[in-house]
């Protein structure tokens, strides 16, 4: 896979080059299009069906883009039910109703997860409520509980970007272990969880060692527990390091930990966190609403396309779902954006088994993302502005913040990058030198060398960009 051009000007001998000995078991599906006239400017078996990994990403936005709009927003309620007593007594429960908003996190709050919450307790103190006789009441019932797609691989259930889908999410469903070493050799090392809760149990068995590297640190949390366990060491000068565990169940996860930041902002709940039953009717518990939090749809689809966030990929997903079905769930999401992308008449076929592009079973061709890219280009001036600006910049943050270290490519490019094991993608937007647009997917699997699949994708693409050079 030699990554030198060829001597000849035109794009097809330059890429053919680069492209002309491909490892053993290596596949790639690729497409180049101008956005403008359609030309289409090289293709390789860009009708090939390959798995995208988090290329896929690109249909769920770009369906969400056009069935939502730049205007929605996801919006979760917190109410009160029951008699509120002069003395400060809530005789009742507290009734938060999700709408699977990503959200409620301390990303966009300054790094501290509960700020949502604790603007709660502001709202509930300025409502006189200082204590609360009964329950959390946590109603998630706008999506299913399938918590996994059934596509997703088990060993991967403890990772950040598997973390459980919930209408009601909290801190991408994970906690996050900051880990440092402790006073001095022989000593457990010291772990800080955030937010600090007590809805996980943190078993220490990781040592302080002499040194300064991290000893091959290892975190565990056992299936259908909350149980997280931490095994071997750290260099008595080694730096701190933090690392994000999902959690099981994360819609108790939400209400723990709004319960516990009620308590330190002087409001006691005396029952605990609820779910709802799936057949909870509203009517019959009728509630008084005191606050909310919204989330902007093109916030969050900066935080997909450009951080790759799987959780967010998914809640969107099943919010398409009930957008077109009344609930949402993996099916009716996928549902929706099929009869969402329609209209555009894709050259191919894209089969979905979930929103974020994890699942090995998903599958699309090169030529169908690079007309799905020019085709969004041709929508509403909002809907393409939010849809092309959600993807990452090199030399920014996210995805590419390490690539197309050049200056002369950094404001020329705007894509999504996708990995699994033996799966690297690229699709995005590219401007030549004379600003033409170029849409442009890269798709390879069979990858044994992700290095050299990533130095082959910028080769690519650089040699696009510079087309008009010659």
């Known amino acids: 896979m030699p990554l030198a051009a060829a001597d000849d000007g035109s794009l097809t001998a330059r890429l053919d080059a680069l492209l002309a000995t491909p490892p053993k078991g290596f596949r790639a599906g690729i497409h180049l299009r101008d956005v403008a006239d359609g030309r289409v ?46 003395d400060g007594l809530l005789e009742g429960d507290l009734l938060v109703v999700g709408s699977g ?57 403890e990772e950040w970007f598997a973390a459980q889908v919930a209408a009601l999410s909290f ?88 319960k516990e930041t009620l ?7 005396r029952g605990q966190p609820r779910m709802v039953p799936e057949d909870f009717d509203p009517s019959e518990r009728p509630a008084e609403f005191v606050a909310d939090h919204r989330s902007p749809l093109p916030r969050a689809l900066q935080v997909i396309n450009q951080r790759s966030q799987n959780l967010y990929a998914e809640l969107l997903l099943r919010t398409l779902g009930r957008a077109a079905c ?58 393409w502005r939010m849809y092309a600006g959600s993807m990452a910049v090199p030399g920014t943050e996210g995805s590419l913040a390490r690539r197309f270290a050049e200056k002369a490519y950094r404001g020329r490019v705007k894509a999504k990058t996708g990995y699994i094991g033996g799966v690297s993608t690229l699709s995005g937007y590219l401007e030549t030198k004379r600003g033409r647009i170029v849409a442009f997917s890269l798709l390879m699997n069979g990858v044994t060398n992700l290095a050299q699949a990533l130095a082959l994708q910028e080769a690519i693409v650089k040699a696009a960009s510079d087309l008009d050079d010659r």
């Open 41 to 86: 400017l090289y293709a390789l078996d860009d009708d090939t069906p390959l798995v995208p990994a988090s290329n896929l990403k690109l249909v769920t936005t770009a369906a969400a883009a056009l069935r939502l709009g730049p205007t929605y927003e996801w919006v979760t309620l917190l109410g009160t039910t029951g008699t509120r007593r002069s």
């Open 101 to 157: 908003d990503p959200d409620i996190s301390g990303r966009f709050h300054d790094g501290n997860p509960a700020a949502v919450f604790e603007r709660w307790a502001e709202a509930l103190a300025r409502e006189g409520i200082r204590e609360v006789a009964g329950d959390i009441l946590l109603d998630d019932t706008v999506f299913d509980r399938e918590r996994y797609p059934p596509c997703w691989e088990a060993r991967h259930y």
């Open 171 to 258: 801190n991408d469903n994970c906690v996050d272990l900051v880990l440092g070493p402790g006073p001095a050799v022989g000593a457990p090392i010291r772990i800080q969880p955030v937010p600090d809760t007590a809805y996980v149990r943190i078993l220490n068995a990781a040592k302080t060692v002499p040194g300064e590297k991290d000893g091959a640190i290892r975190i565990a949390r056992p299936a259908g527990t909350n149980e997280i366990r931490v095994s071997g060491s750290m260099g008595l000068r080694c730096g701190t390091g933090t690392h994000f565990i999902t959690v099981h169940d994360p819609v108790l996860y939400f209400g723990t930990v709004l």
């Open 263 to 269: 308590a330190r902002k002087g409001i006691a709940v």
């Open 326 to 383: 009344g609930k949402g769930s993996r099916e009716s999401g996928i549902a929706a954006v099929r009869e969402t992308l329609a209209p555009l008449e894709l050259p191919d076929p894209i089969v979905m088994e979930d929103g974020c592009g994890l699942a090995r079973g998903n599958r699309a061709t090169a030529r169908t993302l690079a007309a799905l890219l020019a085709a969004m280009l041709r929508q509403p001036e909002p809907v």
